[in-house]
């Protein structure tokens, strides 16, 4: 039988450090982003004397550095303090209030009885943590159109009325109209303030891509022109897209013995990509979707209709927002039908 793992490269590796390439990545510098640190890191800044924060609501394209820069947040309060204890719950994964109160009870390093708990018995004994140790939450929602229960956030911010239970919530998504399709409720109980991430420009995709080029690749295996290039075939601003480039560069480079990146490895690995992209990493929900526009352009409320979703029309709404971003969809706005109206939907060009 052929052996597949005997063989050992012939040229140097040119990553050094895959990590600092990847989205996960935590750099101790955050470019271009001082402003918006400085309000996320004001609006937190009550919790340590034990007051009302601000809660905050980040909005920005994917690839803004949002969901960077509140770890970053998340980690200095922690090294500065343990007087405040920061929650990080991503809603795509943990959707309901079980969920989101579990990961503040993880946290709490709070036991559980086998037998599990109710919602309400989990958000009870979480409460009754929080005001015996006197220690303010402060919980993260990233991916926040994921959250299945808008009560969770009414809940939290109501348990503020409590005598010495305090939380603080940061919430991040996409969607610059979630606060206005919220619950008018749970609007006024939550009281958000809104921080934009702009998208990066070229120059600055640039200088991100040579920080993590210089950390994370060996010496002379790239050049500034390979950046540029990089930096100018990302039309949305992302530098999650624009490391991603770089990475699979690099990855391709490593898998023909090369010394350094060339321009063709990186259109190569491109390439390779697009053909891999229509069908990669679709919930069996959003290929029924791609399925059934590929019979031609449907308004949202008819692709409701023929697929007989079994979960609110919101949770439909959020599959179609996910195959937007991925770029395997195009939504359009129809004149007449309001802001927040039915939209045509349509395979986007590339899919």
């Known amino acids: 039988m052929q052996k597949f793992f005997d063989d050992t490269p012939s040229a140097p590796s040119i990553i050094a450090r895959e990590e600092v390439l990847l989205p996960i990545y935590q750099p101790d ?13 004001d609006a937190v800044k009550p919790l340590l004397r034990k007051r009302q924060p601000v809660n905050l609501l980040i909005h920005g ?27 990080y719950a991503n809603c795509w994964e943990s959707p309901t209030r079980a969920a ?68 603080g919530i940061i919430g991040i998504t996409n969607n610059s109209e979630f606060l206005a399709k919220l619950d008018p409720r749970v609007r006024s109980s939550l009281r958000f303030s809104e921080l934009t991430f702009p ?27 390979l950046l540029t290039k990089i ?24 898998d023909l013995d090369r010394l350094k990146i060339t321009l063709q490895d990186l259109a190569d690995s491109e390439a390779e990509t697009e ?13 029924k979707i791609v399925e059934q526009l590929r019979t031609g352009d449907k308004t949202t409320d008819e692709l409701y209709a023929l697929l007989n979703f079994d979960k609110t029309k919101r949770m439909f709404m959020n599959h179609l927002a996910r195959l937007e971003e991925k770029r395997i969809i ?14 045509v939907c349509r395979l986007a060009s590339t899919a």
């Open 61 to 87: 394209n994917s690839g803004t550095g949002k969901t960077t820069c509140a770890k970053a947040i998340m980690r200095q309060l922690s090294e500065h303090s343990s007087a405040v204890l920061p929650v």
């Open 330 to 343: 195009e939504m359009e706005a129809q004149p007449g039908n309001g802001k927040f109206g039915p939209k």
């Open 199 to 225: 998208e990066y420009s070229e120059e600055q995709l640039f200088w991100i891509l040579k920080d993590r080029a210089i950390a994370g690749l060996a010496p002379n295996t790239w050049d500034d022109k």
């Open 100 to 167: 989101v109160f579990g990961k503040i009870i993880e946290a709490m390093r709070l036991p559980l009885p086998r037998r599990g708990l109710a919602v309400d018995e989990l958000f009870d004994r979480l409460l009754q943590y929080a005001k015996s140790y006197s220690r303010p939450v402060l919980l993260v929602l990233d991916e926040l159109d994921g959250l299945e229960e808008q009560e969770l956030l009414y809940s939290v911010a109501r348990a503020n009325e409590r005598p010495g239970v305090l939380f």
């Open 275 to 287: 053909q891999a992209r229509p069908g990669a990493a679709l919930t069996d929900m959003e290929l």
């Open 231 to 254: 930096a100018r075939s990302v039309d949305d601003g992302s530098a999650r897209i624009a490391l991603s480039k770089l990475w699979k560069a690099a990855r391709h480079a490593e």
């Open 29 to 41: 510098e955050l470019r271009y982003r001082g402003n918006e640190l400085q309000v996320m890191a």
